[in-house]
């Protein structure tokens, strides 16, 4: 099974680098080598026996430690996310027929100005709107995302 950690592990970048240092850091002075011209290493000397058996513990808890939180904590996020956003398309489409394209930019242009749609996106993209409807999906999207961006 494949996990999504990537975003936990840009989340503790410093955690990350922390940890490859740990076990890389300790044979730097064993491995001989000079810079090459496309900026990147060549390794003069026979390196296999540093790597061949080492102790992975920390690496093993550190990506244990982002698998837990991905699935204890960004994948139902994820899930409440979308099952928000599907919420709220729907309900926007209820209210005015447009293309799904479209009540996906108005929905996140909504959220991105914290439950309103700026007067530029108003008077631009959305100008045959009516008063009247953009404020009832306004009402629509912070209803729907009423607490999420609280967890």
Not at 106 to 132: V, Y
């Amino acid at each position: 099974m494949v996990f999504p950690v990537s975003t936990v592990m840009l989340d503790r970048i410093d955690d990350y680098r922390t940890t490859l240092q740990s076990h890389s850091g300790p044979f730097m002075d064993f491995i001989e080598w000079r810079p090459t011209p496309d900026r990147n290493v060549e390794v003069l000397n026979d390196t296999a026996d540093l790597y061949r058996y080492f102790d992975s513990t920390e690496a093993a808890e550190f990506l244990y430690d982002c698998v837990k939180r991905t699935v204890e904590y960004d994948l139902p996020r994820e899930i409440d996310y979308l099952r928000r956003h599907d919420e709220a398309r729907r309900l926007i489409m209820d209210t005015v027929e447009m293309p799904d394209r479209l009540a996906d930019d108005l929905l996140l242009f909504i959220r991105q100005n914290k439950g309103t749609l700026s007067k530029k996106r108003r008077e631009r993209e959305f100008a045959p709107l009516k008063n009247d409807e953009i404020e009832r999906i306004e009402a629509i999207v912070q209803e729907t995302f009423d607490g999420f961006d609280e967890i």
